[in-house]
């Protein structure tokens, strides 16, 4: 699988627009791009609407950007974004822990999760993922039944938002992809 910023790019672009227009149309926004990539998805969308902040971040070495652990930067406190765009190539969950623990809302969150063999697989899946599926062992699993599971752990890592003291105020998944499904959040502090 080639891992790109462009697959379904057009998804991808419509949720966001939906959430900047309904939640972001003073221009105040303050995006973090969790998962720069090449920089197609807010290049986009910041000629077509105005934020106060943007600045992302990718693991990935590349001229003009800050190499770095995103997870890393949202499990420390103190961040004040207000846009947070993850679009990782299957597993959000450790970025949408540290949203959820270190947030102050209100956010509009984007996440992109990987499905079927895109999703990761549980031999090495990491802890986030095996949390959110609901896993506590670290047996393998046919890969056919990790879609289902992934299904299954998404909803339940969503709604884990309730558990850490957030009111979801707006819950939209996008046309899904073959390998990913596109979801925007807008939670509210309770």
Not at 84 to 91: F, N
């Amino acid at each position: 699988m080639t891992k790109t910023d462009n697959d379904n790019l057009e998804a991808k672009l419509e949720l966001r627009r939906h959430f900047m227009r309904t939640y972001h149309a003073d221009g105040l926004a303050r995006v973090f791009d969790c998962c720069q990539g090449s920089g197609t998805i807010w290049g986009r969308l910041r000629r077509e609407f105005t934020v106060a902040r943007y600045w992302g971040a990718d693991q990935k070495r590349r001229a003009g950007r800050l190499k770095i652990d995103s997870a890393r930067v949202l499990e420390a406190p103190g961040w004040s974004d207000d846009v947070l765009d993850v679009d990782t190539y299957g597993a959000p969950w450790r970025h949408w822990w540290a949203i959820l623990e270190h947030g102050r809302g209100p956010l509009t969150v984007f996440l992109t999760v990987g499905r079927g063999m895109a999703a990761p697989r549980l031999t090495n899946m990491d802890r986030w993922s095996r949390e959110a599926l609901g896993l506590r062992f670290s047996r393998p699993v046919p890969v056919m039944l990790l879609t289902a599971l992934a299904d299954l752990g998404t909803e339940y890592a969503l709604a884990r938002a309730a558990r850490k003291g957030w009111r979801t105020v707006s819950l939209m998944e996008g046309a899904p992809g073959v390998r990913a499904r596109y979801f925007g959040v807008r939670l509210e502090p309770e």
